[in-house]
């Protein structure tokens, strides 16, 4: 798999001083991690997003800082962005450690065929798109393989505990947790109306005048 890199810039400006960032291209960025020296820095807003696109947040980044000889190994942690537009606001970036185990959200990527849905009232529910693994950072892996080939009739399951974690990967997830289940179509319930037999009505007697007649 292609390394992922990233070049960043030390940043000096904070608070509402990042808008004139954001408005020049620039995005602000937060680099944190254990027993490492935090820092502020700031990157192209294009080159970002295109190493989002790429990485996620299950991904490791060789992160080049302006001034610094050796690379870092980093995760993105949190994106920030404007609700209204989608602008990339800020990055939080967290620094690992080759020798130090993690703990990151890796996605789910469903494998195999599944023989329920050859019925076409039959689909598959992705209940976990994600699941929480510990492992040391060499060991990461970029998505979680789930094989549906077992799923063979309607109600089915797949639980945490059949999924497959590569070695040196824990999956931390509850094993009866449900990862992917076949559901079937759910047909509207059509009432029968009971037919009722029309009578026809019998016309209405002339009432027979009491009055007397007069000559």
């Known amino acids: 798999m292609d390394k992922i890199t990233l070049e960043l810039q030390p940043r000096d400006t904070f608070g509402k001083r990042n808008k004139a960032l954001r408005r020049a291209g620039m995005t602000p960025a937060h680099l944190f991690g254990h027993r490492v020296h935090s820092l502020a820095l700031q990157g192209q807003t294009a080159d970002l997003e295109r190493v989002l696109a790429r990485a996620g947040t299950s991904r490791l980044i060789s992160l080049k800082v302006s001034g610094e000889k050796r690379a870092r190994t980093v995760l993105i942690r949190e994106i920030q962005r404007k609700p209204a537009s989608g602008l990339l606001l800020h990055l939080d970036l967290y620094q690992v450690k080759s020798k130090e185990k993690m703990t990151v959200e890796i996605p789910v990527h469903v494998v195999g065929h599944a023989p329920a849905l050859e019925s076409k009232a039959n689909t598959l529910a992705l209940e976990l798109p ?3 693994v510990e492992c040391l950072p060499t060991n990461l892996p970029s998505r979680l393989d789930v094989d549906i080939s077992s799923l063979e009739s309607a109600s089915d399951v797949l639980r945490v ?8 990967v824990a999956i931390l997830n509850d094993p009866e947790l449900v990862v992917a289940r076949i559901e079937a179509e ?3 319930v059509v009432e029968e109306v009971e037919e009722v037999e029309e009578v026809e009505a019998e016309p ?3 009432e027979k005048g009491t009055a007397e007649q007069t000559d």
């Open 186 to 188: 759910r047909r509207p």
């Open 161 to 168: 505990g059949d999924v497959r974690a590569p070695d040196g």
């Open 130 to 132: 994600s699941l929480t």
């Open 204 to 206: 209405a007697k002339e």
